[in-house]
């Protein structure tokens, strides 16, 4: 039974352009969620997605953006890419209604903006 | 404004032993806690976690503590064990805010465990 995959595993782009970040679920899980992980930081909440709708959405700007497809698997887009958004991508995926301790984490997208 | 704190960026501990990890919070909402271990290239792993209508879990070797009065959680692994050697990240929850899955970490500890 494979987890939570990403890709790519590790991504570099230069200031200004466009990244887009693919996840796939847990099999049997519906809801996935992103956070970014800058260094030395913990992960930090970006946005949920279930039923292909953002569900919520941490204190991130609207260059983030994301999409849940009908096989539930997840894109995290960032538009206009800063030298701060250089951080481990990270996707959690679970079942909708169930508890906290069963969201799983990807292994995450190293991204690196220069 | 960080509401989880992990204020111990480095521990060591020889095997055998009891490592201790502790984490501050100050948002009074939280309602769940949980902790995830991290080794390099992998993403975080669930490990325990604590509802805050109880003050103690656990599961083997690993007990967490919850004082809700000192907003204040603690990880106890007994014994430590080599294995036990990585980045442990406490988390927190707050339900009420029908805040479905989004969880607050802290910057994590880094533990190491001495043979």
């Known amino acids: 039974d494979a987890g939570v995959t990403q890709s790519p595993t590790h991504l570099i782009k230069t200031r200004g352009q466009q990244v887009t970040l693919r996840c796939s679920p847990k099999?049997?899980?519906?809801?996935v969620s992103w956070y970014q992980q800058a260094l030395g930081q913990g992960p930090q909440f970006i946005f949920q997605?279930?039923?292909?709708?953002?569900?919520q959405r941490g204190n991130f700007p609207d260059r983030f953006s994301g999409h849940q497809f009908p096989n539930y698997s997840s894109e995290l887009n960032v538009n206009a890419l800063l030298l701060g958004d250089s951080a481990l991508y990270l996707c959690?995926?679970?079942?909708f209604g169930g508890g906290l301790y069963e969201q799983y984490f990807g292994p995450g997208t190293r991204l690196t903006v220069t | 404004d960080q509401q989880v704190k992990q204020n111990s960026p480095s521990l060591s501990v020889q095997e055998g032993r009891i490592s201790i990890l502790n984490c501050d919070y100050t948002?009074?909402?939280?309602?769940?806690f949980l902790w995830y271990k991290k080794y390099p290239a992998e993403g975080p792993t669930f490990l325990i976690s604590?509802?805050?209508?109880?003050d103690k879990n656990e599961d083997g070797r690993f007990t967490v503590f919850l004082n809700k009065s000192a907003k204040h959680l603690s990880l106890h692994i007994v014994p430590s064990q080599p294995g036990d050697s990585a980045v442990y990240f406490c988390?927190?929850?707050?339900?009420?805010?029908?805040?479905?899955?989004?969880?607050?970490f802290g910057k994590g500890t880094s533990l190491l465990v001495t043979p």
């Open positions: 948002n009074s909402m939280f309602d769940y």
């Open positions: 604590i509802s805050s209508i109880k």
């Open positions: 988390a927190a929850n707050d339900s009420g805010a029908n805040s479905g899955y989004a969880l607050n």
């Open positions: 099999s049997g899980h519906d809801t």
């Open positions: 997605y279930y039923e292909e709708e953002e569900r």
């Open positions: 959690a995926s679970s079942l």
